[in-house]
């Protein structure tokens, strides 16, 4: 074990030339970044996800209760033996040829069947009211640490000269509140880590699970190997276009629809002037051609490229989600109301639209009486573009 630790920890992977992990030790003048500190991101992550329990239950849901956030979820299907069968045994999304089928043994018309398991494939998702408490707390945990990180870097030589990151390398002390903002942000996100599995799920859950993974791994990296100053510009650039986001989505669940939005315009031009504009002429800049400058070549200096350059690649991936949305609500605004939240359902939403079904199928039988009290599908295309985290940044 001794041999393995001694590999993983090698001073020629992890730090520049001449500088050893000795250079890092803390002494009584000055205290530097360790290893052993990330542990205590674990307790602090388990005291941050308890705290949003609590917000979200005391604070959010009264808040949103006044705001008359829709509290139902989406309309339950109706009762039905054999279209149930179908959809716990066979498929949730039933072909033409197996809807024209059971059109034929039920009586119903086509549409009537799509609008079932439509209804079936909704009921199971959360309702307005928890994606509102979940967009709630995310919002105020990023105004939070968002105003922090601005309150802090005002401060800082390194927030308008980025070469200050590097000066004075590895003698660079860890400051008390350099040190809470990293704990803070790494705990966050390794609350994220855990809860994503019972968060509200979206269809960019893929991407958001890899962005939480590359965030923890890049904020331990910079943290032990002390590049900590270039870490906080990143902090405080991502958790700004994510306030504007979940204030949209806020906004979208209370159906106040002009201030909507304004927010995802304001959100959009954020985020691509942050991630497309700023971070790589910022932070990338910085990081491949200013770290080298100081520091010299090593190997955690690709490692922390290569990182930072896929989160990059996130931010195009999110960037072109944006746009599409923005030139789809450009494109409808033509024939009337300009409305984001009605076009952009396809991108990320939560709760699957009728209309786009529903126009393609022409009426073949009339519907069931029953079906017919149905009329209205179980969409209620409230989230629309506006989901998570970020973007939900969430980063």
Known sequence: MAGILAWFWNERFWLPHNVTWADLQSTEEAAFPQAEDLYLAFPLAFCIFMIRLLFERFIAKPCALGLKVQANGPQKAQPNAILEKVFTAITKHPDEKRLEGLSKQLDWDVRSI?????????????????????????????????????????????????????????????????????????????????????????????????????????????????????????????????????????????????????????????????????????????????LYEALGNFPALWVLNVLLMVLQILHCLWSYLIIKTAYKAISKGKAGKWNPLQVAKDSRSDVESSSDEEETVPRSKAPHSTMASNGTSGANGTNGYLTGGTCSEEH
């Open 114 to 290: 799509q609008r079932w398991f439509r209804q079936r494939r909704n009921q199971e998702k959360p309702s307005t009211l928890r994606k509102f408490c979940e967009s709630m707390w995310r919002f105020t945990f990023y105004l939070y640490i968002f105003t922090y990180g601005v309150r802090f870097l005002k401060k800082t030589p390194w927030l308008w000269n980025t070469r200050q990151c590097w000066n004075g390398y590895p003698y660079q002390p860890l400051m008390p509140d350099l040190h809470y903002y990293y704990l803070v942000e790494l705990s966050f996100y390794w609350s994220l880590m855990f809860s994503q599995f019972i968060d509200v799920k979206r269809k960019d859950f893929g991407i958001m699970c890899t962005h939480h993974i590359l965030a923890v791994t890049l904020i331990s990296f910079s943290y032990i190997t002390n590049l900590t100053r270039v870490g906080t510009l990143i902090f405080c650039l991502h958790d700004a276009s994510d306030i504007v986001l979940e204030a949209a989505k806020m906004a979208n669940y209370c159906k106040c629809q002009k201030l909507s939005d304004l927010l995802f315009l304001t959100f959009a031009v954020v985020f691509i002037v942050s991630r497309l504009g700023i971070y790589p002429l910022w932070i990338l800049n910085t990081t491949s051609f200013e």
